[in-house]
């Protein structure tokens, strides 16, 4: 069963040139001469890669069915990263490649989600939003404000190493947007 680009939703998944597509974003374009289009940011779901591709309006394409399936992040051991599945309590090895970028966010107990169709897991997602523990950083001076616009580099627990305001030091719980690598806010636990 088809659906057209009438039916796009961002998150939803398609066949395209057979192989599976994430709809990022999506704009329906309607010129003053000619025919309405739909321009779209995709991402191919087995290698991360994103394109940009327009279509016709009323274009059809083929919906691809994606089950998500919840697992723990329990280790890592060079490229191999080892997961649970929370239905089974089944360990197995996974590519750390696989997860790509975001793999650097993982720490123990972390949830991730497969993306899984036709029985082959095509990708993996982490959560959009992550609170890590800044674990090294240059410490801040007397002067330095939470509204600056500066920057300084931090490394967080899991060892990924990202740019954070100057107040910012060695034991904050900070939340990082996964998507963008980029510091949001500072969490207070209290």
Do not use: C
Not at 98 to 109: E, P, S, T, V
Not at 141 to 153: C, N, P, Q
Not at 159 to 172: E, L, N, R, S, Y
């Amino acid at each position: 069963m088809a659906v057209d680009t009438s039916d796009f939703k961002n998150g939803m998944h398609f066949y395209l040139d057979g192989e599976v597509f994430t709809i990022i974003e999506f704009q329906h374009v309607k010129p003053g001469k000619g025919g309405a289009f739909v321009r779209t940011r995709l991402r191919k779901l087995k290698t991360g890669q994103t394109l940009e591709k327009t279509f016709r309006s009323g274009e059809k394409v083929e919906p691809a069915f994606v089950e998500k399936l919840a697992y723990q992040f329990i280790g890592r051991q060079r490229d191999k990263i080892t997961v649970m599945d929370l239905d089974t309590y089944e360990q197995f090895d996974v590519d750390a490649a696989q997860l790509g970028d975001q793999a650097k966010y993982l720490k123990d107990d972390a949830e991730l989600t497969a993306l899984v169709a036709n029985g082959e897991t095509l990708g993996w997602e982490l959560p959009n939003f992550v609170e890590l523990e800044i674990t090294e950083t240059e410490p801040g001076f007397k002067g330095d404000t939470v509204s600056g616009g500066a920057t300084k580099s931090a490394t967080v627990e899991s060892g990924a190493t990202i740019q954070v305001p100057f107040h910012i030091k060695v034991g904050d719980i900070v939340k990082i947007d996964t998507r963008s690598d980029s510091y949001l806010e500072r969490v207070n636990r209290k």
